[in-house]
Protein backbone atom coordinates (compact mmCIF):
# COMPACT_ATOMS: atom_id res chain seq x y z
CA UNK A 1 0.00 0.00 0.00
CA UNK A 2 3.08 1.96 0.97
CA UNK A 3 3.70 2.91 -2.86
CA UNK A 4 2.24 4.85 -5.93
CA UNK A 5 0.06 2.84 -8.66
CA UNK A 6 2.89 3.41 -11.48
CA UNK A 7 5.72 2.53 -9.67
CA UNK A 8 5.59 -1.01 -7.06
CA UNK A 9 7.68 -1.03 -3.52
CA UNK A 10 9.88 -3.99 -4.52
CA UNK A 11 9.65 -6.51 -1.50
CA UNK A 12 12.75 -8.25 -1.88
CA UNK A 13 14.47 -5.15 -0.66
CA UNK A 14 12.34 -5.49 3.21
CA UNK A 15 11.85 -9.17 3.72
CA UNK A 16 13.94 -9.97 6.49
CA UNK A 17 12.69 -6.57 8.38
CA UNK A 18 8.97 -6.79 7.64
CA UNK A 19 6.56 -7.46 10.62
CA UNK A 20 3.12 -8.24 8.71
CA UNK A 21 4.13 -6.27 5.97
CA UNK A 22 5.58 -3.33 7.97
CA UNK A 23 8.95 -2.29 7.15
CA UNK A 24 10.83 0.83 8.55
CA UNK A 25 10.09 4.53 7.15
CA UNK A 26 13.90 4.81 5.30
CA UNK A 27 12.64 2.26 2.71
CA UNK A 28 9.92 5.14 1.86
CA UNK A 29 12.34 7.37 1.41
CA UNK A 30 14.38 5.17 -0.71
CA UNK A 31 11.43 4.05 -2.72
CA UNK A 32 10.42 8.40 -3.55
CA UNK A 33 14.30 9.47 -4.22
CA UNK A 34 14.22 6.44 -6.75
CA UNK A 35 10.53 7.62 -8.10
CA UNK A 36 11.64 10.86 -9.01
CA UNK A 37 15.02 9.50 -10.63
CA UNK A 38 12.72 6.89 -12.93
CA UNK A 39 9.81 8.91 -13.79
CA UNK A 40 10.76 11.32 -16.38
CA UNK A 41 7.94 13.51 -18.59
CA UNK A 42 9.23 14.83 -22.32
CA UNK A 43 12.70 13.69 -21.34
CA UNK A 44 13.04 15.34 -18.32
CA UNK A 45 12.73 13.66 -14.83
CA UNK A 46 10.63 14.81 -11.53
CA UNK A 47 14.30 15.19 -9.83
CA UNK A 48 15.11 17.72 -12.40
CA UNK A 49 12.18 19.77 -12.42
CA UNK A 50 12.55 19.96 -8.38
CA UNK A 51 14.51 23.36 -7.39
CA UNK A 52 16.22 22.38 -4.73
CA UNK A 53 17.06 24.90 -1.22
CA UNK A 54 14.52 27.25 -2.79
CA UNK A 55 12.06 27.96 -0.06
CA UNK A 56 8.77 29.97 -1.14
CA UNK A 57 8.62 33.06 0.89
CA UNK A 58 5.60 34.44 -0.35
CA UNK A 59 2.75 33.96 -2.91
CA UNK A 60 0.88 36.85 -4.78
CA UNK A 61 -2.12 37.16 -7.00
CA UNK A 62 -1.22 38.95 -10.14
CA UNK A 63 -4.52 41.85 -10.81
CA UNK A 64 -4.03 40.57 -14.10
CA UNK A 65 -4.50 36.96 -13.21
CA UNK A 66 -2.36 34.61 -12.65
CA UNK A 67 0.21 34.25 -9.49
CA UNK A 68 3.52 35.39 -8.27
CA UNK A 69 5.99 33.21 -6.38
CA UNK A 70 9.13 34.73 -4.51
CA UNK A 71 11.56 32.11 -3.32
CA UNK A 72 15.32 31.83 -2.09
CA UNK A 73 14.91 35.44 -1.06
CA UNK A 74 15.06 37.08 -4.06
CA UNK A 75 14.33 34.82 -6.77
CA UNK A 76 10.90 35.74 -8.75
CA UNK A 77 8.48 33.42 -10.70
CA UNK A 78 4.87 33.64 -12.71
CA UNK A 79 2.77 31.40 -13.39
CA UNK A 80 -0.62 31.37 -14.51
CA UNK A 81 -1.74 28.15 -11.88
CA UNK A 82 -0.38 27.13 -8.41
CA UNK A 83 -0.53 23.66 -6.91
CA UNK A 84 0.59 24.14 -3.04
CA UNK A 85 1.70 20.42 -2.26
CA UNK A 86 3.52 21.01 1.13
CA UNK A 87 1.52 19.02 3.21
CA UNK A 88 0.57 19.26 6.92
CA UNK A 89 4.22 17.90 8.37
CA UNK A 90 6.70 20.28 6.76
CA UNK A 91 7.14 23.15 9.40
CA UNK A 92 7.75 21.23 13.02
CA UNK A 93 5.81 22.31 15.81
CA UNK A 94 7.95 23.04 18.71
CA UNK A 95 6.25 24.15 21.91
CA UNK A 96 7.27 26.89 23.99
CA UNK A 97 9.35 26.20 26.85
CA UNK A 98 10.15 28.15 30.11
CA UNK A 99 13.85 27.50 30.95
CA UNK A 100 14.97 26.52 27.30
CA UNK A 101 18.02 28.44 27.12
CA UNK A 102 19.19 27.16 30.48
CA UNK A 103 18.76 23.68 29.98
CA UNK A 104 22.20 22.19 28.51
CA UNK A 105 21.24 19.22 26.88
CA UNK A 106 19.86 18.91 23.60
CA UNK A 107 16.66 19.47 22.06
CA UNK A 108 15.28 18.30 19.15
CA UNK A 109 11.78 17.91 17.23
CA UNK A 110 11.00 14.30 16.63
CA UNK A 111 11.90 15.11 12.61
CA UNK A 112 15.60 15.24 13.11
CA UNK A 113 15.54 12.41 15.53
CA UNK A 114 16.27 9.99 12.68
CA UNK A 115 19.39 12.07 11.68
CA UNK A 116 20.91 12.77 15.13
CA UNK A 117 23.40 11.15 17.37
CA UNK A 118 21.26 10.62 19.73
CA UNK A 119 20.99 6.50 19.88
CA UNK A 120 24.78 6.48 19.63
CA UNK A 121 26.17 9.14 21.89
CA UNK A 122 26.72 7.88 25.05
CA UNK A 123 27.16 11.08 26.88
CA UNK A 124 23.34 10.76 26.37
CA UNK A 125 22.33 8.70 29.08
CA UNK A 126 19.08 10.26 30.33
CA UNK A 127 15.86 10.94 27.27
CA UNK A 128 12.96 12.60 27.84
CA UNK A 129 10.67 12.02 24.73
CA UNK A 130 7.88 14.46 25.31
CA UNK A 131 3.96 13.80 23.28
CA UNK A 132 1.63 11.17 22.92
CA UNK A 133 1.11 10.13 19.66
CA UNK A 134 2.95 7.45 17.39
CA UNK A 135 6.18 9.55 16.86
CA UNK A 136 6.56 9.60 20.14
CA UNK A 137 5.99 6.06 20.76
CA UNK A 138 8.44 4.77 18.41
CA UNK A 139 11.20 7.36 19.97
CA UNK A 140 10.87 5.92 23.10
CA UNK A 141 11.01 2.25 21.87
CA UNK A 142 13.93 3.28 19.97
CA UNK A 143 15.52 4.76 23.02
CA UNK A 144 14.96 2.13 25.27
CA UNK A 145 16.31 -0.27 22.45
CA UNK A 146 19.13 1.33 22.79
CA UNK A 147 20.07 1.30 26.63
CA UNK A 148 18.91 4.65 27.25
CA UNK A 149 16.83 5.84 30.25
CA UNK A 150 14.16 6.93 29.30
CA UNK A 151 10.84 9.23 30.69
CA UNK A 152 8.07 9.18 28.56
CA UNK A 153 6.09 12.74 29.17
CA UNK A 154 2.60 13.43 27.68
CA UNK A 155 0.73 16.09 28.48
CA UNK A 156 -2.14 15.94 31.01
CA UNK A 157 -3.65 18.99 29.56
CA UNK A 158 -3.66 17.20 26.48
CA UNK A 159 -5.87 14.70 24.68
CA UNK A 160 -4.08 11.91 26.13
CA UNK A 161 -1.88 9.01 24.81
CA UNK A 162 -2.63 7.25 21.26
CA UNK A 163 -4.54 4.18 20.97
CA UNK A 164 -2.35 1.32 18.88
CA UNK A 165 -3.63 -1.36 17.13
CA UNK A 166 -2.42 -4.74 16.16
CA UNK A 167 -0.37 -5.31 12.88
CA UNK A 168 -1.74 -8.61 12.95
CA UNK A 169 -4.85 -9.12 10.03
CA UNK A 170 -7.51 -11.29 10.63
CA UNK A 171 -9.30 -13.89 8.46
CA UNK A 172 -7.98 -13.25 4.57
CA UNK A 173 -6.15 -10.23 5.57
CA UNK A 174 -2.21 -10.20 6.18
CA UNK A 175 -2.47 -6.71 8.55
CA UNK A 176 -4.75 -4.64 10.06
CA UNK A 177 -4.01 -1.89 7.73
CA UNK A 178 -5.53 -4.27 4.69
CA UNK A 179 -8.93 -4.33 6.54
CA UNK A 180 -8.84 -0.60 7.42
CA UNK A 181 -8.65 0.18 3.62
CA UNK A 182 -12.11 -2.02 2.37
CA UNK A 183 -15.28 -0.87 1.91
CA UNK A 184 -16.30 -3.02 4.80
CA UNK A 185 -14.53 -1.25 7.27
CA UNK A 186 -15.09 2.03 5.94
CA UNK A 187 -18.61 0.98 6.32
CA UNK A 188 -18.60 1.10 9.85
CA UNK A 189 -17.29 4.82 10.36
CA UNK A 190 -20.26 7.14 9.84
CA UNK A 191 -18.79 9.41 6.81
CA UNK A 192 -20.50 12.29 5.30
CA UNK A 193 -18.25 11.17 2.01
CA UNK A 194 -19.96 7.61 1.76
CA UNK A 195 -22.99 8.23 -0.78
CA UNK A 196 -26.47 7.88 1.21
CA UNK A 197 -27.46 4.06 0.24
CA UNK A 198 -28.88 0.99 2.47
CA UNK A 199 -25.62 -0.06 3.95
CA UNK A 200 -25.63 3.31 5.50
CA UNK A 201 -29.45 3.54 6.45
CA UNK A 202 -28.47 0.19 8.07
CA UNK A 203 -25.76 0.65 10.34
CA UNK A 204 -26.11 4.24 10.90
CA UNK A 205 -30.10 5.35 10.87
CA UNK A 206 -31.54 2.01 12.74
CA UNK A 207 -30.92 1.62 16.16
CA UNK A 208 -30.24 -1.96 15.60
CA UNK A 209 -27.78 -0.97 12.99
CA UNK A 210 -26.00 1.50 15.23
CA UNK A 211 -25.80 -1.03 18.35
CA UNK A 212 -24.19 -3.67 15.97
CA UNK A 213 -21.45 -0.94 15.11
CA UNK A 214 -21.09 0.20 18.32
CA UNK A 215 -20.42 -3.72 19.18
CA UNK A 216 -17.95 -4.06 16.46
CA UNK A 217 -15.91 -0.68 17.40
CA UNK A 218 -16.16 -2.12 21.31
CA UNK A 219 -14.63 -5.71 20.37
CA UNK A 220 -11.97 -3.45 18.42
CA UNK A 221 -11.01 -1.40 20.91
CA UNK A 222 -11.22 -4.05 24.02
CA UNK A 223 -8.97 -6.06 21.60
CA UNK A 224 -6.01 -3.72 21.60
CA UNK A 225 -6.17 -2.62 24.98
CA UNK A 226 -6.12 -6.13 26.27
CA UNK A 227 -2.93 -6.80 24.16
CA UNK A 228 -1.49 -3.81 25.91
CA UNK A 229 -2.15 -4.92 28.90
CA UNK A 230 -2.25 -1.45 30.55
CA UNK A 231 -3.08 -2.66 34.51
CA UNK A 232 -1.63 -6.06 34.37
CA UNK A 233 1.82 -6.28 33.85
CA UNK A 234 3.80 -6.17 36.59
CA UNK A 235 5.73 -2.73 36.24
CA UNK A 236 3.65 -0.06 38.38
CA UNK A 237 6.93 1.39 39.11
CA UNK A 238 7.38 2.55 35.44
CA UNK A 239 3.04 3.86 35.49
CA UNK A 240 2.81 1.94 32.07
CA UNK A 241 -1.08 2.74 32.90
CA UNK A 242 -0.73 5.82 31.79
CA UNK A 243 -0.48 5.17 28.05
CA UNK A 244 -4.22 3.52 28.53
CA UNK A 245 -6.12 6.20 25.81
CA UNK A 246 -8.71 8.63 27.15
CA UNK A 247 -11.50 7.76 24.74
CA UNK A 248 -12.23 4.58 22.76
CA UNK A 249 -10.48 4.36 18.98
CA UNK A 250 -13.52 4.59 17.41
CA UNK A 251 -13.43 8.53 17.97
CA UNK A 252 -10.17 9.17 16.97
CA UNK A 253 -9.80 12.06 19.93
CA UNK A 254 -6.03 11.23 21.04
CA UNK A 255 -5.22 9.85 17.72
CA UNK A 256 -4.66 5.62 17.10
CA UNK A 257 -1.53 4.03 15.62
CA UNK A 258 -0.03 0.50 14.63
CA UNK A 259 2.16 -1.37 17.27
CA UNK A 260 4.78 -2.33 13.74
CA UNK A 261 6.76 -4.41 16.58
CA UNK A 262 6.35 -7.48 18.30
CA UNK A 263 8.03 -6.70 21.74
CA UNK A 264 6.69 -2.79 21.70
CA UNK A 265 4.60 -3.62 24.87
CA UNK A 266 7.18 -5.90 26.54
CA UNK A 267 9.98 -2.92 26.19
CA UNK A 268 8.24 -0.02 27.02
CA UNK A 269 6.58 -1.38 30.20
CA UNK A 270 9.92 -2.83 31.55
CA UNK A 271 12.19 0.22 30.47
CA UNK A 272 10.25 3.45 30.09
CA UNK A 273 8.72 5.68 32.84
CA UNK A 274 5.67 7.15 31.69
CA UNK A 275 4.30 10.64 32.91
CA UNK A 276 0.65 12.32 32.79
CA UNK A 277 1.96 15.75 33.54
CA UNK A 278 2.71 19.06 31.76
CA UNK A 279 6.02 20.45 31.61
CA UNK A 280 6.68 23.16 33.87
CA UNK A 281 9.95 24.68 33.28
CA UNK A 282 13.64 23.01 32.14
CA UNK A 283 16.59 23.52 33.80
CA UNK A 284 20.02 22.96 33.49
CA UNK A 285 20.13 19.32 33.66
CA UNK A 286 16.56 18.39 34.23
CA UNK A 287 12.75 18.96 33.23
CA UNK A 288 10.42 20.07 35.97
CA UNK A 289 7.07 18.52 35.62
CA UNK A 290 3.88 19.45 37.44
CA UNK A 291 4.47 17.07 40.25
CA UNK A 292 8.10 15.30 39.49
CA UNK A 293 11.57 16.49 38.07
CA UNK A 294 13.38 14.29 35.99
CA UNK A 295 17.46 14.04 34.74
CA UNK A 296 17.14 14.85 31.17
CA UNK A 297 20.52 15.11 28.57
CA UNK A 298 18.12 15.29 25.48
CA UNK A 299 14.55 16.18 25.04
CA UNK A 300 12.97 14.99 21.75
CA UNK A 301 9.55 16.99 21.17
CA UNK A 302 7.40 14.54 19.26
CA UNK A 303 4.71 17.63 19.36
CA UNK A 304 3.60 17.43 15.55
CA UNK A 305 3.34 20.32 12.74
CA UNK A 306 2.34 23.60 12.04
CA UNK A 307 1.19 24.87 8.68
CA UNK A 308 4.08 25.13 6.22
CA UNK A 309 1.61 27.74 4.38
CA UNK A 310 1.90 30.36 7.20
CA UNK A 311 5.38 31.13 6.18
CA UNK A 312 4.35 32.40 2.67
CA UNK A 313 1.15 33.19 2.58
CA UNK A 314 0.00 36.55 4.95
CA UNK A 315 -3.62 36.62 6.87
CA UNK A 316 -5.60 38.54 4.71
CA UNK A 317 -5.35 35.77 1.59
CA UNK A 318 -5.14 32.79 3.57
CA UNK A 319 -8.74 33.69 5.07
CA UNK A 320 -10.18 34.39 1.61
CA UNK A 321 -8.24 31.14 0.18
CA UNK A 322 -10.17 28.93 2.77
CA UNK A 323 -7.12 28.46 4.54
CA UNK A 324 -7.14 28.37 8.94
CA UNK A 325 -6.52 31.93 10.58
CA UNK A 326 -6.31 33.09 13.80
CA UNK A 327 -9.68 33.08 15.87
CA UNK A 328 -8.93 36.55 17.12
CA UNK A 329 -10.65 37.88 13.49
CA UNK A 330 -14.20 37.06 13.77
CA UNK A 331 -16.42 34.60 12.46
CA UNK A 332 -18.61 35.78 9.76
CA UNK A 333 -22.66 35.51 10.49
CA UNK A 334 -22.73 33.57 7.07
CA UNK A 335 -20.33 30.88 7.73
CA UNK A 336 -21.57 30.56 11.38
CA UNK A 337 -25.11 30.31 10.04
CA UNK A 338 -24.33 27.81 7.35
CA UNK A 339 -22.44 25.51 10.26
CA UNK A 340 -25.10 25.78 12.69
CA UNK A 341 -27.68 24.55 9.56
CA UNK A 342 -24.75 21.81 8.86
CA UNK A 343 -24.10 20.31 12.54
CA UNK A 344 -28.15 19.95 12.74
CA UNK A 345 -27.63 17.63 9.25
CA UNK A 346 -24.93 16.14 10.48
CA UNK A 347 -26.82 14.84 13.74
CA UNK A 348 -30.30 14.02 11.80
CA UNK A 349 -28.29 11.72 9.73
CA UNK A 350 -26.24 10.55 12.11
CA UNK A 351 -27.68 9.96 15.63
CA UNK A 352 -24.80 7.87 17.00
CA UNK A 353 -22.10 11.39 16.80
CA UNK A 354 -24.77 13.37 19.35
CA UNK A 355 -23.64 11.45 22.28
CA UNK A 356 -19.79 11.24 22.55
CA UNK A 357 -17.97 10.32 25.29
CA UNK A 358 -16.46 12.39 27.70
CA UNK A 359 -13.34 13.57 26.24
CA UNK A 360 -10.60 16.67 26.71
CA UNK A 361 -11.56 19.12 24.31
CA UNK A 362 -9.46 22.17 23.84
CA UNK A 363 -10.77 25.44 22.11
CA UNK A 364 -9.67 26.08 18.55
CA UNK A 365 -7.69 28.80 17.94
CA UNK A 366 -8.08 29.16 14.17
CA UNK A 367 -10.83 28.89 12.39
CA UNK A 368 -10.87 25.09 10.08
CA UNK A 369 -10.21 24.45 7.10
CA UNK A 370 -12.60 25.78 4.44
CA UNK A 371 -11.66 23.82 1.45
CA UNK A 372 -14.14 22.56 -1.47
CA UNK A 373 -12.69 18.68 -1.42
CA UNK A 374 -10.41 19.86 0.57
CA UNK A 375 -8.24 21.37 -2.20
CA UNK A 376 -9.78 24.41 -3.84
CA UNK A 377 -11.16 27.77 -2.36
CA UNK A 378 -14.86 28.15 -2.35
CA UNK A 379 -14.24 31.81 -3.79
CA UNK A 380 -14.20 31.79 -7.68
CA UNK A 381 -11.46 34.45 -7.86
CA UNK A 382 -9.07 32.12 -6.41
CA UNK A 383 -10.22 28.64 -8.54
CA UNK A 384 -6.29 28.84 -9.89
CA UNK A 385 -4.25 27.83 -7.23
CA UNK A 386 -5.04 24.51 -5.42
CA UNK A 387 -4.17 23.06 -1.82
CA UNK A 388 -2.98 18.90 -2.40
CA UNK A 389 -2.17 17.16 0.98
CA UNK A 390 -3.79 19.42 3.88
CA UNK A 391 -5.87 16.06 4.78
CA UNK A 392 -4.63 14.05 7.68
CA UNK A 393 -4.85 10.33 6.68
CA UNK A 394 -3.81 7.15 7.25
CA UNK A 395 -2.61 6.33 3.43
CA UNK A 396 -1.11 9.85 2.27
CA UNK A 397 0.18 7.85 -0.89
CA UNK A 398 -3.48 6.99 -2.00
CA UNK A 399 -4.92 10.25 -1.21
CA UNK A 400 -1.81 11.83 -3.37
CA UNK A 401 -1.92 10.40 -6.29
CA UNK A 402 -6.28 10.99 -6.69
CA UNK A 403 -6.21 14.61 -5.03
CA UNK A 404 -3.80 15.09 -7.89
CA UNK A 405 -6.04 13.39 -10.66
CA UNK A 406 -8.96 15.51 -9.45
CA UNK A 407 -6.33 19.03 -9.21
CA UNK A 408 -5.69 17.90 -12.75
CA UNK A 409 -9.29 17.39 -14.08
CA UNK A 410 -10.14 20.94 -12.38
CA UNK A 411 -7.28 22.85 -13.60
CA UNK A 412 -7.48 21.64 -17.47
CA UNK A 413 -11.16 22.86 -17.27
CA UNK A 414 -12.34 19.14 -17.50
CA UNK A 415 -14.27 18.91 -14.00
CA UNK A 416 -16.50 22.52 -13.73
CA UNK A 417 -16.59 23.94 -10.25
CA UNK A 418 -20.08 23.90 -8.85
CA UNK A 419 -21.59 27.19 -7.81
CA UNK A 420 -19.87 29.22 -4.78
CA UNK A 421 -22.99 28.57 -2.65
CA UNK A 422 -22.64 25.05 -3.08
CA UNK A 423 -19.28 24.95 -2.53
CA UNK A 424 -19.58 26.72 0.80
CA UNK A 425 -22.85 24.34 2.19
CA UNK A 426 -20.86 21.34 1.34
CA UNK A 427 -17.97 23.34 3.11
CA UNK A 428 -19.80 23.48 6.03
CA UNK A 429 -21.05 20.15 6.00
CA UNK A 430 -17.41 18.65 6.27
CA UNK A 431 -16.30 20.91 9.11
CA UNK A 432 -19.96 20.22 10.85
CA UNK A 433 -19.13 16.41 10.19
CA UNK A 434 -15.92 15.99 11.08
CA UNK A 435 -16.19 17.93 14.33
CA UNK A 436 -18.67 15.49 15.64
CA UNK A 437 -16.78 12.96 14.17
CA UNK A 438 -13.62 12.85 15.41
CA UNK A 439 -13.74 15.52 18.56
CA UNK A 440 -10.86 17.91 18.83
CA UNK A 441 -9.09 16.27 16.69
CA UNK A 442 -11.71 17.28 14.20
CA UNK A 443 -11.94 21.07 14.92
CA UNK A 444 -9.79 21.84 12.02
CA UNK A 445 -11.64 19.99 9.56
CA UNK A 446 -9.35 18.23 7.92
CA UNK A 447 -9.51 14.79 9.81
CA UNK A 448 -10.24 11.78 7.23
CA UNK A 449 -8.48 8.75 9.25
CA UNK A 450 -11.05 6.56 8.95
CA UNK A 451 -12.27 8.15 5.84
CA UNK A 452 -9.75 7.62 2.96
CA UNK A 453 -11.36 4.53 0.36
CA UNK A 454 -14.86 6.56 0.44
CA UNK A 455 -13.55 10.11 -0.19
CA UNK A 456 -11.02 9.19 -2.46
CA UNK A 457 -13.85 6.59 -4.02
CA UNK A 458 -15.90 10.61 -4.43
CA UNK A 459 -12.74 12.33 -6.22
CA UNK A 460 -12.21 9.53 -8.80
CA UNK A 461 -16.08 8.95 -9.76
CA UNK A 462 -16.19 13.40 -10.02
CA UNK A 463 -13.82 12.92 -12.52
CA UNK A 464 -14.99 10.58 -14.45
CA UNK A 465 -13.53 7.32 -13.41
CA UNK A 466 -14.61 4.21 -11.43
CA UNK A 467 -13.80 4.44 -8.02
CA UNK A 468 -14.69 0.66 -7.27
CA UNK A 469 -12.30 -0.96 -9.63
CA UNK A 470 -12.78 -4.32 -8.08
CA UNK A 471 -15.31 -6.74 -9.38
CA UNK A 472 -18.43 -8.73 -7.39
CA UNK A 473 -17.72 -8.65 -3.37
CA UNK A 474 -13.98 -8.24 -4.04
CA UNK A 475 -15.20 -4.81 -4.32
CA UNK A 476 -16.68 -4.97 -0.75
CA UNK A 477 -14.19 -7.25 1.08
CA UNK A 478 -10.70 -6.88 -0.90
CA UNK A 479 -8.46 -3.73 0.22
CA UNK A 480 -7.87 -0.95 -1.50
CA UNK A 481 -4.61 -1.27 -2.51
CA UNK A 482 -2.27 0.82 -5.15
CA UNK A 483 -2.50 -1.64 -7.93
CA UNK A 484 -6.02 -0.76 -7.60
CA UNK A 485 -5.61 2.95 -9.23
CA UNK A 486 -3.43 1.37 -12.27
CA UNK A 487 -4.54 2.74 -15.65
CA UNK A 488 -6.31 5.85 -14.27
CA UNK A 489 -4.48 8.88 -15.59
CA UNK A 490 -4.23 6.79 -18.75
CA UNK A 491 -8.46 7.22 -18.37
CA UNK A 492 -8.29 10.42 -17.67
CA UNK A 493 -5.92 11.21 -21.04
CA UNK A 494 -8.29 9.73 -22.91
CA UNK A 495 -11.78 11.61 -21.34
CA UNK A 496 -9.90 14.92 -22.07
CA UNK A 497 -9.00 14.11 -25.44
CA UNK A 498 -12.23 13.51 -26.66
CA UNK A 499 -13.68 16.31 -24.26
CA UNK A 500 -10.60 18.36 -26.81
CA UNK A 501 -12.34 16.98 -29.87
Not at 324 to 332: I, L
Amino acid sequence: MACFSDFAMQPCLIKDETYYDFFPARYVTQYLEKYVDIKAYAGVSLKQRILFNSPVKEIQKNKEGGWHILHSDTQRLSTSKVVVAAGLTSKPNIPTLTGRDSFAGTILHHKDFGSSSILANPQVKHVAVFGGAKSAADIAYACAKAGKALSWIIRASGSGPAAFASAQGVGPYKNSNELLYTRLAASLSPSVWRSRGCIERLLHGTGAGRRLVDRIWARIDMDARRVADYDGRHTTKNDFSNLRPDTPMFWQNDSTGVNQRPDFWDVVAEKVKVYRQDIVKLEMSSIVLTKDKIEADALICATGWRPSYHSFVDTSLARELGLPVSRDVEETAQWKELHAAADQEILTRFPRLRNPPSYHSSPPTSTPFRLYKHMLSTDPAYHDILFLGHIAVGNNFRAAEVQALWATAFLDGVLPAPSQTHMEKEVALQVAWCRRRYLTKGELGHWLYYDLVPYTDTLLEEVGIKGHRKSGAGDFWAPCVAEDLNGVVEEYSKQKALQDL
